[in-house]
């Protein structure tokens, strides 16, 4: 039995117990919207079919300092975290920015600091999850969102988990709630490699918890994690079909695209890449680290966003039965600069985040902003 067909008969076994006992009984979550070497070259290219032929791409905000992610909100606003200084900055709905509230105990260096934000809907009222880097570790907390639209405030923290590994580099830091209502968690190896292969270690990993920050039920060791051998994981995402995605970073030579399987252990730091090695899920897509260093990711339909930094593009992937449908495409490639995130919105178009300010890139007059990237029909 191959890896990747020895997984799937493990999910199968996993997912019918997500179904007895998940985490649908839980606050559902806001929605969201609403290979071998497969690196393009702009020059040989083919137009993606979601990109308009000149798409009219718009800023929607200006002025953020190290932005690393972007929740939209109902009647067109959005939170966006900034790394650095562990602000939630507020764009409301007529286009102004504001700062909510700063996250308490947030510690930056490196490339720990704030990172991902989740929003969740309650009987008493919308509560924000942070992902964030303190003083000794990462930590996740949930905030009560106060006020309204446009006059949005953080209320008091409490912890949902910590002790998740922390360096100044590797911390992962991706957040979202999943269409079984589990929050999802990734972390990094945190400068630990031989972590990412302890099933008892939280680095490395992607968690799946209940939004109270327990292992969620039907998880495949009884534990909080979901999936294992991850270096640095900072994308995660589902397509239409339910199948759940990661974009991961490499070391030196090679990028990921994973589809993500409960229980299964995707290599690092035993293979980087498609190895084709026993025991270990080989992903859908890579790329070498110039083209990618890949962090947000986002779905529409099967087709799938990826945010590149180092590679400062966009890529697309369409998928089809938890493949890869074809060669991805680049977009955009240069031209923003480093992409850190990636969302799907309900009017049919991606915002894109971009990070040139994070002490890697060269800032524009106006970096980093905030991009609204319309979609063409589906093909």
Same mark, same amino acid.
């Given at each position: 039995?191959?890896?990747?067909?020895?997984?799937?008969?493990?999910?199968?076994?996993?997912?019918?117990?997500?179904?007895?006992?998940?985490?649908?009984?839980?606050?559902?979550?806001?929605?969201?919207?609403?290979?071998?070497?497969?690196?393009?070259?702009?020059?040989?290219?083919?137009?993606?079919?979601?990109?308009?032929?000149?798409?009219?791409?718009?800023?929607?905000a200006s002025g953020l300092a190290s932005p690393w992610s972007v929740v939209p909100l109902d009647g067109g606003g959005a939170l966006i975290?900034?790394?650095?200084?562990?602000?939630?900055?507020?764009?409301?709905?007529?286009?102004?920015?504001?700062?909510?509230?700063?996250?308490?105990?947030?510690?930056?260096?490196?490339?720990?600091?704030?990172?991902?934000?989740?929003?969740?809907? !309650? /009987? @008493? +009222?919308?509560?924000?999850?942070?992902? %964030? =880097?303190?003083?000794?570790?990462?930590?996740?907390? *949930?905030?009560?969102?106060?006020?309204?639209?446009?006059?949005?405030?953080?209320?008091?923290?409490?912890?949902?988990?910590?002790?998740?590994?922390?360096?100044?580099?590797?911390?992962?830091?991706?957040?979202?709630?999943?269409?079984?209502?589990?929050?999802?968690?990734?972390?990094?190896?945190?400068?630990?490699?031989?972590?990412?292969?302890?099933?008892?270690?939280?680095?490395?990993?992607?968690?799946?918890?209940?939004?109270?920050?327990?292992?969620?039920?039907?998880n495949p060791w009884d534990t909080r994690v979901w999936s294992m051998g991850h270096r640095n994981v900072q994308g995660i995402a589902w !397509? /239409? @079909? +339910?199948?759940?995605?990661?974009?991961? %970073? =490499?070391?030196?030579?090679?990028?990921?695209?994973? *589809?993500?399987?409960?229980?299964?252990?995707?290599?690092?730091?035993?293979?980087?890449?498609?190895?084709?090695?026993?025991?270990?899920?080989?992903?859908?897509?890579?790329?070498?680290?110039?083209?990618?260093?890949?962090?947000?990711?986002?779905?529409?339909?099967?087709?799938?966003?990826?945010?590149?930094?180092?590679?400062?593009?966009?890529?697309?992937?369409?998928?089809?039965?938890?493949?890869?449908?074809?060669?991805?495409?680049?977009?955009?490639?240069?031209?923003?600069?480093?992409?850190?995130?990636?969302?799907?919105?309900?009017?049919?178009?991606?915002?894109?985040?971009?990070?040139?300010? @994070? +002490?890697?890139?060269?800032?524009?007059?106006?970096?980093?902003?905030?991009?609204?990237?319309?979609?063409?029909?589906?093909?």
């Amino acid at each position: 039995m191959t890896p990747r067909a020895r997984c799937a008969v493990i999910g199968c076994l996993v997912l019918a117990s997500i179904v007895a006992a998940g985490c649908t009984a839980a606050p559902q979550p806001v929605p969201s919207s609403a290979a071998p070497t497969v690196g393009l070259s702009p020059s040989t290219a083919p137009e993606p079919a979601w990109w308009r032929t000149t798409p009219d791409v718009a800023t929607l905000a200006s002025g953020l300092a190290s932005p690393w992610s972007v929740v939209p909100l109902d009647g067109g606003g959005a939170l966006i975290s900034q790394r650095d200084d562990g602000t939630v900055r507020e764009l409301t709905p007529d286009g102004g920015l504001r700062t909510a509230g700063t996250v308490p105990g947030v510690v930056s260096g490196g490339e720990s600091g704030l990172h991902g934000l989740a929003l969740l809907r !309650t /009987a @008493d +009222g919308p509560v924000l999850y942070a992902y %964030f =880097g303190a003083a000794d570790d990462n930590r996740v907390v *949930r905030m009560p969102l106060l006020g309204v639209s446009g006059a949005l405030e953080l209320g008091e923290p409490d912890v949902v988990l910590d002790g998740i590994p922390k360096a100044r580099n590797h911390d992962g830091g991706r957040i979202a709630f999943g269409p079984d209502g589990c929050l999802y968690v990734t972390t990094g190896d945190a400068g630990r490699p031989e972590a990412a292969q302890d099933r008892d270690a939280l680095g490395g990993k992607i968690l799946r918890l209940t939004p109270d920050g327990d292992a969620a039920p039907g998880n495949p060791w009884d534990t909080r994690v979901w999936s294992m051998g991850h270096r640095n994981v900072q994308g995660i995402a589902w !397509t /239409a @079909d +339910g199948t759940m995605w990661a974009s991961e %970073f =490499g070391q030196n030579t090679w990028d990921e695209l994973n *589809r993500i399987e409960p229980g299964a252990n995707y290599g690092w730091p035993v293979v980087e890449g498609a190895a084709q090695r026993d025991g270990y899920v080989d992903p859908v897509a890579q790329w070498p680290t110039s083209e990618a260093s890949p962090s947000g990711l986002a779905s529409v339909g099967s087709t799938l966003f990826l945010a590149g930094l180092r590679g400062e593009r966009l890529w697309q992937v369409d998928t089809a039965d938890g493949e890869a449908a074809g060669e991805p495409v680049a977009a955009f490639t240069g031209q923003f600069g480093r992409l850190r995130d990636v969302v799907a919105v309900r009017d049919r178009s991606l915002w894109v985040l971009t990070n040139n300010t @994070d +002490g890697r890139g060269d800032p524009g007059p106006h970096d980093d902003l905030l991009l609204r990237v319309p979609l063409a029909p589906s093909p």
